[in-house]
Nanobody, 120 residues
Framework: VQLQAFGGGLVQAGGSLRLSCVASGSIVSIGLMGWYRQAPGKQRELVAVITSDGYINDADSAKGRFTISRDNAKNTIYLQMNSLKPEDTAVYYC???????????????WGQGTLVTVSS
């Protein structure tokens, strides 16, 4: 199983970016999917997660600005980020809880991370 994230880049404060993350491989099903981020010198933190039936849990920093969504048919998760601030600068990592034929309990897989830089 591999997760590949796309969509990071450099944007001015107030701008928008849309991140995508695709899971591929011998996937039976995917449960929880989500986005975390890690800023320089800080610990990795939750941005937002979404269950397979659409229940969302997002951080206070994301509420009202970021929208998480998923396309179960495409094993893909999205993060629409609006009104970006310099403090949103971080490497954004996607997470998926994936069930395979050899592990029906599921296992967490992480994407490689995509850098988001917000300039002031």
């Amino acid at each position: 199983v591999q997760l590949q994230a796309f969509g990071g880049g450099l944007v001015q404060a107030g701008g928008s970016l849309r991140l995508s993350c695709v899971a591929s491989g011998s996937i039976v099903s995917i449960g929880l999917m989500g986005w975390y981020r890690q800023a320089p010198g800080k610990q990795r933190e939750l941005v937002a997660v979404i269950t397979s039936d659409g229940y969302i849990n997002d951080a206070d920093s994301a509420k009202g600005r970021f929208t998480i969504s998923r396309d179960n048919a495409k094993n893909t998760i999205y993060l629409q980020m609006n009104s970006l601030k310099p403090e949103d600068t971080a490497v954004y990592y996607c997470l998926s809880r994936v069930r395979t034929a050899s592990n029906m309990d599921g296992k967490n897989y992480w994407g490689q991370g995509t850098l988001v830089t917000v300039s002031s």
